[in-house]
């Protein structure tokens, strides 16, 4: 069977990938917690402001 690529060829791409791993990871997984951390402040306050309004309203209503 013969061989598509040569060694050098072969070097070549796995350093190609090898690089595009080392600097597509980390940067995915700290894009990913920064986006994940986002998402959890907007919902916190999300749900502060809907506890707020809840508060104001039960302070209105009338308790017998």
């Not at 791409?13 to 600097?23: A, E, K, T």
């Not at 980390?26 to 951390?37: E, I, Q, R, T």
């Not at 919902?43 to 104001?56: V, Y």
């Amino acid at each position: 069977m013969p061989q598509l690529l040569d060694n050098a060829q072969q070097e070549a791409i796995s350093q190609i990938l090898l690089g595009f791993i080392y600097f597509v990871f980390p940067v995915g997984v700290g894009l990913s917690v920064f986006l994940h951390d986002k998402c959890v402040q907007q919902r916190s306050a999300i749900l502060n402001k809907q506890i707020e309004i809840l508060e104001q309203v039960w302070k209105q209503t009338p308790q017998d």
